[in-house]
């Protein structure tokens, strides 16, 4: 099955900007949705932002319209998601996995992911 490794976090100030990266090996990437999660300490893992596999339709939550964009290129089988304007409150590890809301299987495994860590 496919597997996903995430990069690109680090420590940005607030309105700082990131990009991270999702890079996909094995399966047929350009079959899966994709989407990026994030799980801060002591809080639930939420999905705040996903893409379809043909890459035309994606969506967010609430918390990251407007500033978050993800997108995908299937010939280099990655995932990317461009944070601007970045708040302490977007500080979190954040993981890809599919995206069940397009059908997918969530994928059983989480890998180790990237912190994002915005504060002063």
């Known amino acids: 099955q496919v597997q996903f490794v995430e990069s690109g976090g680090g420590l940005v100030q607030p309105g700082g900007s990131l990009r991270l990266s999702c890079a996909a090996s094995g399966g047929i990437f350009r079959l899966y949705s994709v989407g990026w999660y994030r799980q801060a300490p002591g809080k639930q893992r939420e999905l705040v932002a996903g893409i379809n596999s043909g890459g035309w339709h994606t969506n967010y939550a609430d918390s990251v319209k407007g500033r978050f964009t993800i997108s995908r290129d299937n010939a280099k089988k990655t995932v990317y998601l461009q944070m601007n304007s970045l708040k302490p409150e977007d500080t979190a590890v954040y993981y890809c996995?599919?995206?069940?809301?397009?059908?997918?299987?969530?994928?059983?495994?989480w890998g180790q992911g990237t912190q994002v860590t915005v504060s002063s």
């Open positions: 996995n599919t995206d069940p809301r397009y059908g997918n299987q969530l994928l059983d495994y």
